[in-house]
T-cell receptor, first 114, second 113 residues
Framework: KQEVTQIPAALSVPEGENLVLNCSFTDSAIYNLQWFRQDPGKGLTSLLLIQSSQREQTSGRLNASLDKSSGRSTLYIAASQPGDSATYLC?????????????FGEGTQLTVNP | KAGVTQTPRYLIKTRGQQVTLSCSPISGHRSVSWYQQTPGQGLQFLFEYFSETQRNKGNFPGRFSGRQFSNSRSEMNVSTLELGDSALYLC????????????FGPGTRLTVT
């Protein structure tokens, strides 16, 4: 059974700091890995999608890497801003005989202080 | 393109009642998945529909069911509501297949009293 773990569970940093969020998964048979952002009481906003054959993806100040063989992904946020405060979730898209599903980690709650 | 829409956004029901939630995917998307989010269990997969067929199902009791219509809109139904069904129910759509990005709606907040 796939398990996804995110470390740390919570992180508080001053504005302008660069930071790294970690995600690990137990089963490397995945199609892709997706990073999401969730603001309190809201739905999920997709940040980056990395296919299993890729090593990294970049969007603006965000960079996500994937090491499928070791079951790890990192999300790097450069020059953090108060508007980055949210919960960040990683999810792996599993391969199954019928259809597929996302398995989520518990998330990292990020607070960026002005 | 309009995003994934879910209705209603908020719902209060009494234990024992049933509820139907609706999801309209992004235009052109044929895959719709449903997830339940609670503080204790996090985000858990309920089921996935593709071209009106249930393609995958999570580990939830039979009280949770769903369907998809020919226009790809989807509904999920929960019968005999329990207090533990209080959660944020999220719907996601993707264009086709597993390699495509999932886009989530704003969710329906269900409170069971």
């Amino acid at each position: 059974k796939q398990e996804v773990t995110q470390i740390p569970a919570a992180l508080s940093v001053p504005e302008g700091e660069n930071l790294v969020l970690n995600c690990s998964f137990t089963d490397s048979a995945i199609y892709n890995l997706q990073w999401f952002r969730q603001d309190p009481g809201k739905g999920l906003t997709s940040l980056l999608l990395i296919q299993s054959s890729q090593r990294e993806q970049t969007s603006g100040r965000l960079n996500a890497s994937l090491d499928k063989s070791s079951g790890r992904s990192t999300l790097y946020i450069a020059a953090s801003q108060p508007g980055d405060s949210a919960t960040y979730l990683c999810a792996v898209r599993e391969v199954e005989t019928s259809g597929s599903r996302l398995t989520f980690g518990e998330g990292t709650q990020l607070t960026v202080n002005p | 393109k309009a995003g994934v829409t879910q209705t209603p956004r908020y719902l209060i029901k009494t234990r024992g009642q049933q509820v139907t939630l609706s999801c309209s995917p992004i235009s052109g998307h044929r895959s719709v998945s449903w997830y339940q989010q609670t503080p204790g269990q996090g985000l858990q997969f309920l089921f996935e529909y593709f071209s009106e067929t249930q393609r995958n199902k999570g580990n939830f009791p039979g009280r949770f069911s769903g369907r998809q219509f020919s226009n790809s809109r989807s509904e999920m139904n929960v019968s005999t509501l329990e207090l533990g069904d209080s959660a944020l129910y999220l719907c996601a759509s993707s264009s086709q297949g597993a390699k495509y990005e999932q886009y989530f709606g704003p969710g329906t907040r269900l409170t069971v009293t």
